[in-house]
């Protein structure tokens, strides 16, 4: 049951390195437990979608970005909660990668994208990263 029909604003990242697009496994005990998601979070209150990607890349992986521009936009409703999913283009500034909020990360190719499970937010931006032929 979505909690007082409230959309929640949540970010998420497009990252590309080498002709591959960087990913995230939620943790066993998320409500969208083992799914895959390009990484992100909520919008805190008083902050903009692009300080949020900013601080929630560097909660959860440590790394630093750079937001470039907004790719896309996509609405979901799921059972517990109804977000809009914010999605931009962003360049790692840095070399090291750790996981304080996953239980995986990845760097998916053209030839093993669909052989992850990623959460229903994130399909239709998988979808258009390949349209646009974003990273691929």
Same mark, same amino acid.
């Given at each position: 049951? !979505?909690?007082?029909?409230?959309?929640? %604003?949540?970010?998420?990242?497009?990252? +590309?390195?080498?002709?591959?697009?960087?990913?995230?496994? &939620?943790? @066993?005990?998320?409500?969208?437990?083992?799914?895959? =998601?390009?990484?992100?979070?909520?919008?805190?209150?008083?902050?903009?979608?692009?300080?949020?990607?900013? &601080?929630?890349?560097?909660?959860? #992986?440590?790394? @630093?970005?750079? +937001?470039?521009?907004? #790719? @896309?936009?996509?609405?979901?409703?799921?059972?517990? *909660? /109804? !977000?809009?999913? !914010?999605? $931009? *283009?962003? &360049?790692? =500034?840095?070399?090291?990668?750790?996981? $304080?909020?996953? %239980?995986?990360? /990845?760097?998916? /190719?053209?030839?093993?994208?669909? /052989? $992850?499970? #990623?959460?229903? @937010?994130? *399909?239709?931006? *998988?979808?258009? !990263?390949? &349209?646009?032929?974003? +990273? #691929?």
């Amino acid at each position: 049951m !979505i909690e007082n029909n409230k959309t929640i %604003d949540v970010t998420a990242a497009i990252l +590309v390195q080498d002709g591959k697009l960087f990913i995230a496994q &939620r943790p @066993a005990n998320d409500p969208l437990a083992k799914k895959w =998601e390009l990484p992100g979070g909520k919008v805190r209150p008083g902050e903009t979608p692009e300080e949020c990607l900013q &601080r929630e890349i560097y909660e959860e #992986f440590g790394m @630093a970005i750079t +937001v470039q521009e907004l #790719f @896309a936009e996509n609405t979901h409703n799921y059972d517990h *909660i /109804s !977000i809009r999913l !914010i999605a $931009y *283009i962003v &360049r790692w =500034e840095g070399k090291e990668i750790k996981t $304080y909020a996953h %239980d995986a990360i /990845s760097w998916a /190719s053209e030839e093993d994208i669909d /052989s $992850y499970d #990623f959460a229903p @937010a994130d *399909i239709p931006l *998988i979808n258009e !990263i390949r &349209r646009k032929n974003l +990273v #691929f």
